[in-house]
């Protein structure tokens, strides 16, 4: 009798322990994209603080360029062939990295080919500790004119063309946020692991002429305000989703099901917009050259102004 009670009790027992360990095991999985946006919007790196004072033209740096630590994402061949002077070579996927390299904290201008490429960095920068840093507004182009490389990729080929329309942008929906994959638990680690991805990447572009003739194939964001809207018009199924925050809940109307393509006057903007996008997670791609590429002709501003000054250059 009494073993027939003793393992009876021990039956009782193992039986309560299976069930409280199934019990453990049915907890929530993390959700990394909340606790991302939540230390985004907590640390004052929502996107609107990204687009604030973040870009500078050339005048402005020059004859002051040595006040800057001055990162250059152009190949090293092109860097090699003529540079601003005191600048250091860098790529995308490393200037987090590489940032570390700036011990006296100058302020930190990034500079590529048109200013695009920058843009993407501008993101990963001032989401890794660096609020502060600039892009050179329309790249090297603006430094030096034997740098050009932004006149020969302006143009109006959309002008009258049946997919730019003037009549009201579409109506944008309301959608989830993406989900996003991490193996950090903290907002801090969630977001070092976007960033990293984000610029392991590289540059998220695509071509105006792709867009304007399958417009359907994007989720396209025209970013702009309405009365430019109404004065140049848009391409066709174009949505005007602005101001752009998660604070504002206005990510929730882009499709995270769709190819998100926003479009600026330059794509300068537009880039620093879909690398964040990127980071949330979204596929997203920059229209490359905005507006100066598709309506050049009609543009009353924001527009690249032609031959630029020449600042000094040094090289190899």
């Known amino acids: ?33 909340s606790i991302l946006r939540a230390y ?34 152009r190949a090293p061949e092109h860097f090699a062939l003529g540079r601003i002077p005191g600048s250091v070579n860098t790529t995308l996927g490393t200037i987090v990295a590489d940032a570390a390299a700036n011990t006296d904290n100058d302020p930190i201008l990034i500079v590529c ?4 490429s ?46 730019w329309t003037t009549d009201p942008v579409a109506v944008a929906g309301s959608y989830s946020y993406p989900s996003i994959s991490a193996t950090a638990t903290t907002g801090a680690g969630i977001l070092a692991e976007r960033v990293a991805a984000m610029t392991a990447g590289g540059f998220k572009g695509v071509a105006a002429s792709a867009v304007v003739t399958t417009p359907a194939s994007y989720y396209i964001n025209n970013y702009w305000d309405q009365t430019d809207v109404d004065t140049y018009g848009h391409i066709e199924g174009a949505y005007r989703i602005k101001p752009l925050t998660i604070a504002g809940d206005e990510f929730e109307n882009l499709d995270p099901d769709e190819t998100i393509v926003t479009y600026c006057w330059t794509g300068q903007t537009s880039s620093v ?39 000094p250059v040094e090289s190899d």
């Open 118 to 163: 920058a843009s993407h960095a501008l993101v990963a920068l001032r989401l890794s500790g660096y609020p502060d840093c600039k892009v050179l507004m329309f790249g090297f182009s603006s430094w030096s004119n034997d740098f050009d490389s932004w006149t020969a990729n302006t143009s109006s080929f959309a002008v009258g063309d049946d997919n």
């Open 1 to 33: 009798m009494f073993n027939k009670v003793k393992w009876f009790t021990v039956l009782m027992v193992v039986t309560a322990v299976f069930f409280v360990g199934c019990s453990e095991d049915t907890t929530k999985p993390v959700d990394s994209g």
């Open 40 to 73: 985004l919007d907590d640390n004052d790196l929502d996107l609107d603080n990204i687009l604030t004072s973040w870009i500078i033209a050339a005048g402005d740096v020059y004859p002051d360029q040595a006040d800057y630590y001055i990162m250059d994402l």
């Open 273 to 311: 917009i879909t690398a964040y996008l990127t980071v949330l997670g979204y596929d997203a791609v920059s229209l490359k050259f905005g507006a100066n590429g598709m309506i050049f002709s009609e543009l009353l501003a924001h527009t690249w102004p032609g031959s630029a000054t020449t600042y």
């Open 113 to 116: 080919y048109t200013g695009q």
